[in-house]
T-cell receptor, first 114, second 115 residues
């Protein structure tokens, strides 16, 4: 079946602009995760959803970052007033449920803030 | 704060050499342990996982890992590497803390296998 998809694959934006990154999880997966990966680093946890609700958003770096999953499927990560330090690959993953289940990762969105 | 350490950042091996990548974590409670791999140009994918039971787990492509609770370690091994094992390897831990699951990845080990 289809895997996790993310759009766009690449996004270049100017400092101060607003961006939205989209994630389509595997059908039937109730848990959805967002990570950020900078060069030479491992994925850094941002937020995860169990169903429609954010179960843990402790990884969001500040209030410029926000994520939603209104119908328990597709999720959007929103970044306001982008800064050059936000440049990274944003990864989305989904799993059957939170906890001990394997996470399936998407290809990521490479965000570049100029 | 909880953390995952991968001490080898870059490893270069010749084909048929044996591989061991270290992973240590810093949480004293019950953990679920994972190794993920990212081949060049591909997504992160699961190599193997440990939840409970036999501490020696086997994954895809001949990889295995051993959970040693007393050492807070989950090292990845392969007896004989192939050129196609060239990739980046990430150790990851999740644990239930204060009613929610925490997910922590290591910084990764970049493996290059010379043909």
């Amino acid at each position: 079946g289809a895997g996790v998809s993310q759009t766009p694959s690449n996004k270049v934006t100017e400092k101060g602009k607003y961006v939205e990154l989209r994630c389509d999880p595997i059908s039937g997966h109730t848990a959805l995760y967002w990570y950020r990966q900078s060069l030479g680093q491992g994925p850094e946890f941002l937020i995860y959803f169990q169903g429609t609700g954010a179960a843990d958003d402790s990884g969001l770096p500040n209030d410029r970052f926000f994520a939603v999953r209104p119908e328990g499927s597709v999720s959007t990560l929103k970044i306001q007033r982008t800064e050059r330090g936000d440049s990274a690959v944003y990864l989305c993953a989904s799993s059957l449920s939170a906890g001990s289940y394997e996470q399936y990762f998407g290809p990521g969105t490479r965000l570049t803030v100029t | 704060a909880q953390s995952v350490s991968q001490h080898n950042h870059h490893v270069i091996l010749s084909e048929a050499a044996s591989l061991e990548l270290g992973c240590n974590y810093s949480y004293g409670g019950t953990v679920n342990l994972f190794w993920y791999v990212q081949y060049p140009g591909q997504h992160l994918q699961l190599l193997l996982k440990y939840f409970s039971g036999d501490p020696l787990v086997k994954g895809i492509k001949g990889f295995e890992a051993e959970f040693i609770k007393s050492k807070f370690s989950f090292n990845l091994r392969k007896p004989s590497v192939q050129w196609s094992d060239t990739a980046e390897y990430f150790c990851a831990v999740n644990a239930l803390m204060s009613g929610t699951y925490k997910y922590i990845f290591g910084t990764g080990t970049r493996l290059k296998v010379l043909a």
